[in-house]
């Protein structure tokens, strides 16, 4: 396990400052503080994590005056960096795509199907702070999202086209000085998915956006955490699958909620061929209105 050198990161901070903590407090006394003086310290990891929690939140300056005696902290296994903070989301815009299956005839044939509208994309743009005040600190931090289904895909009121997958990780990438990322929450057809007779009910999806600073060990970024809502249910007499994302209260108390709907009308007449994969196809940009009703933008 690496080991820090308390007393020469001092003795290193004090040769840049040699005025250190005889007009004012240096950012740096809270490190000091944990580390004590020790010449060697092994840190456990609790201590590990409150102190790499100091170094993220050390102003950007900081980072740049004492890079040397910084250094040695990160000899020790620490990183000199930011991590997101201040996460708000957006809707960016909403699109569609030709959704081509294989089906089947009524005589078992298999037939090529073409719907369209055909899969449905809301795409958000997550954004970020850096906690050093600075976007340049975050240059080697990773990022991603990981969502977690509360009941399976393929519960009613879906049928098995659903994936079967219950939780994965998505848009791994590497360097967050853009200070977004761009999520695009897509179904395929509901026409195709929803079970029939269309039932009431929902799966709801649980989705924390992550950082990393190794790419390896990866954290939920405070407050980046929302519902995903996909469902059937009536509205205003017809029935409708809705989409919905909203912040998960108490982890996001910050609200945001986005909510559009969708008429089923008739069930497909080619029940889709057991065991392919769909793929989205001539991807346009078009309105929420062109195919069903913005519920909720806020």
Known sequence: MPVIDAARFQAEARRINPNMGRIKKSSLDPIFKLLGDHPRTTLAPQLHDQIQELIHFLPFETHQKYAA????????????????????????RFDEGTYAYVGKTHDGQDK???????????????????????????????????????TPQRNPPFNDVNPPDMEFYWGETTGATAGFGRDDHSTKPPVLICRYPWVTGACIA?????????GQTWKNIPEAAYLLHKGVRQSKGVW???FRKCNWAPHNPVGFNFEAEYPLGAPISHPPKAGQSFMRNNGSEAQIADFGRLVSRR
């Open 112 to 150: 090529l199907v073409n719907l369209s509208p055909g899969s449905l994309h809301h795409v958000f743009d997550f954004k970020w702070k850096s906690s050093t005040g600075n976007m340049q600190s975050l240059a080697t931090v990773w990022t991603r999202e990981h969502v977690r289904f509360r």
């Open 69 to 92: 005696a910084l250094q040695v902290l990160e000899q020790g296994g620490l990183k000199i960096c930011g991590r997101p903070v201040s996460p708000t989301m957006h809707f960016a």
């Open 240 to 242: 409708v699958f809705y």
């Open 206 to 214: 649980e989705q924390w956006y992550q950082y990393s600073l190794d």
